[in-house]
């Protein structure tokens, strides 16, 4: 069984929920997630997990979530070369349309030219925003999962559970259970 680490930041709560969710649909399919917040995480404690997620959330036109844009500094001493990691987002794709996740594009230019191996690649095609820079190249993917609790709430729940689907193959977890 590999030991899958999920780093998240929050002000409100909600990437935090989106974790606990995600962490309880990996438990379904018998993998064990360990959630921290990165205000209490380090270099060594992302070094030793096999898989790891990182869920941030995007304030205003853009913000950083204050203790991730803190731990860049020590996210950047990690080895992350060929490290499987996957990241979410959580934004208001209609009341911040021009900057929507824009935290999952920052850390995507922080850890890709790092080695990291990205998974979780998540389609655009339901949203509704003007800019991110989360956006892959052929702008039809994010570099995340997108969640939107403002404006799409509803649909919170099935994305997760989706893209926690997704990531099972993508990790190659399916049948390691």
Not at 127 to 156: H, M, N, V, W
């Amino acid at each position: 069984m590999s030991e899958i680490l999920l780093v998240f930041g929050t002000d409100t709560g909600n990437t935090e929920e989106v974790a606990e969710k995600i962490q309880g649909l990996f438990s379904e399919e018998g993998h064990y997630v360990e959630l921290i917040n990165v205000s209490d995480c380090n270099a060594e404690k992302i070094n030793e997990a096999d898989l790891c997620i990182f869920g941030i959330p995007t304030w205003d036109f853009g913000g950083i979530q204050g203790d991730w844009e803190d731990f860049q500094t020590e996210l950047e001493t990690t080895n992350l070369s060929g490290k499987a990691i996957a990241l979410y987002g959580l934004g208001d794709q209609f009341g911040y349309g021009d900057y929507f996740i824009d935290a999952v594009g920052w850390l995507h230019e922080i850890i890709e030219p790092m080695g990291a191996n990205i998974k979780g690649y998540w389609p655009t095609d339901t949203y509704e925003f003007d800019g991110s820079r989360a956006l892959s190249p052929c702008r039809k993917f994010f570099y995340g999962l997108a969640i939107d609790e403002d404006q799409q709430f509803e649909l919170t729940d099935d994305r997760i559970k989706s893209w926690v689907d997704q990531l099972l193959a993508e990790f190659n977890l399916s049948e390691a259970a």
